[in-house]
Structures are given as structure tokens and as C-alpha cells.
């Protein structure tokens, strides 16, 4: 059983470009949540998709937006990238019904130069 | 407002010794309620979980945490930490349940010297 896959593993960028990054959720899983995790900070919370839907948005900019597809995997796109942007980006997968344990995956390191 | 607060940033203990890693929450009920570890350059693995009932739960890797209702905290255990333990430690609440974010705190990194 496939946990959560995200690619790519890195990711180096130049300001002002866009990223795409990936995530494909674990089996029987509908909904997925993207995280920014900066150097030396705990994740914080982007944005959640449930039904190929936005359901909650943290606070980030409209620079980060998000599709779900309906095969539940999600993509996270980021335009305009600052170098603030650089982090370890984490995908978690859930299911829509019932109590929120959220899995992890990897992560895809961006760096932004 | 909701938060979710990890007062040591940096922790270090012998192997063998025990450990307590402390974390603490701002909310007006009570929130579900996680601990995760990561190791270098890894995601993030659910160590343990309290949602009710018991407030004494264990986890995986030989961890449990204790739920105190009276102190809003929810402070991770091991009796004897093994050097395969040191990592970044995050505790984590879901506020209002169901469907919400996961807020978490800013980390516990544990060290462990032989």
C-alpha cells in the first residue's frame, strides 16, 4: 500500500518563475492538505482540497493555488516566486469522513534563488 | 486565538534516560490533539493521537502522551530514549474537528548523546 508520494524530491527556481509540485494521496484517501514548512519552523497550513474543491485556505497569498484532480491527486502551483517561497513543501492526505489524522508525505524541497 | 505552543526548541538527553517533551494549546474546548516526528530530510510520521476518552494513549516507537485538561497540554513520554530517536519533534492540534487544518508548534529537536 503506496503512502503519500510527492515529486519532485527538489526543486531549484529563479525569482519571478512558477513550480508546480505534485502529490498523489494514499489509497483510499479524498482529501488533501498542502503545508510550507520553512527552515527551522513548524509546517503551516496552505490550503485543503476535498471533492476537486478549495475547502479551507490558510493565510498565504493568490501567488499559491491548488487543483485536485478525480483521481483525488492535487498539484500545488506557486507563480511569482519570492525567495521567501524557499521551503520544504509537505503534501498530507486524509479522508473526508470522520476524525482528521492527516499522512505525510516526504516532501519536495524548493529552493529559491 | 488557536496555537499550539512547544516551549523547548532544542533538547538533549542521554540514551536510556527518559524524555518528556512539552506542548501546550490555546483553544476554548478541547482540540484533537497530535504528536509527529521527522527525522532529517523526511515527512512527517503520526507518532500518536488523542481525540477523547483515555488520556493516557500510547503510540508507536514506544512513545504515549498524557492528555490534562486542567493544564491544556499534551505532553509526549518515552522511558528510555534510544539514539534512533533523535529528530524534530512537532505537537499538533485540529481546532474545530472534522475537516480543519492542523495547526502545529514550532518543534522539539532532540538530541541524543550516547
Known amino acids: 500500500d503506496a503512502g503519500v508520494t510527492q515529486s519532485p524530491t527538489h526543486l531549484i527556481k529563479t525569482r519571478g518563475q512558477q513550480v508546480t509540485l505534485r502529490c498523489s494521496p494514499k489509497s483510499g484517501h479524498d482529501t488533501v492538505s498542502w503545508y510550507q514548512q520553512a527552515l527551522g519552523q513548524g509546517p503551516q497550513f496552505i490550503f485543503q482540497y476535498y471533492e476537486e474543491e478549495e475547502r479551507q485556505r490558510g493565510n498565504f497569498p493568490d501567488r499559491f493555488s491548488g487543483h485536485q484532480f478525480p483521481n483525488y491527486s492535487s498539484e500545488l502551483n506557486v507563480n511569482a516566486l519570492l525567495l521567501g517561497d524557499s521551503a520544504l513543501y509537505l503534501c498530507a492526505s486524509s479522508s473526508g469522513q470522520g476524525a482528521n489524522i492527516q499522512y505525510f508525505g516526504a516532501g519536495t524541497r524548493l529552493s529559491v534563488l | 486565538a488557536q496555537s499550539v505552543t512547544q516551549p523547548d526548541i532544542h533538547i538533549t538527553v542521554s540514551e536510556g534516560a527518559s524524555l518528556e517533551l512539552r506542548c501546550n494549546y490555546s483553544y476554548g474546548a478541547t482540540p484533537y490533539l497530535f504528536w509527529y516526528v521527522q527525522s532529517p530530510g523526511q515527512g512527517l510520521q503520526l507518532l500518536l493521537k488523542y481525540f477523547s476518552g483515555d488520556t493516557l494513549v500510547q503510540g508507536i516507537k514506544g512513545f504515549e502522551a498524557e492528555f490534562k485538561r486542567s493544564q491544556s497540554s499534551f505532553n509526549l513520554r518515552k522511558p528510555s530514549v534510544h539514539w534512533s530517536d533523535a529528530a524534530e519533534y512537532f505537537c499538533?492540534?485540529?481546532?474545530?474537528?472534522?475537516?480543519?487544518?492542523?495547526?502545529f508548534g514550532t518543534g522539539t529537536k532532540l538530541q541524543v548523546i550516547p
Open positions: 499538533a492540534a485540529t481546532f474545530s474537528g472534522g475537516y480543519q487544518k492542523v495547526t
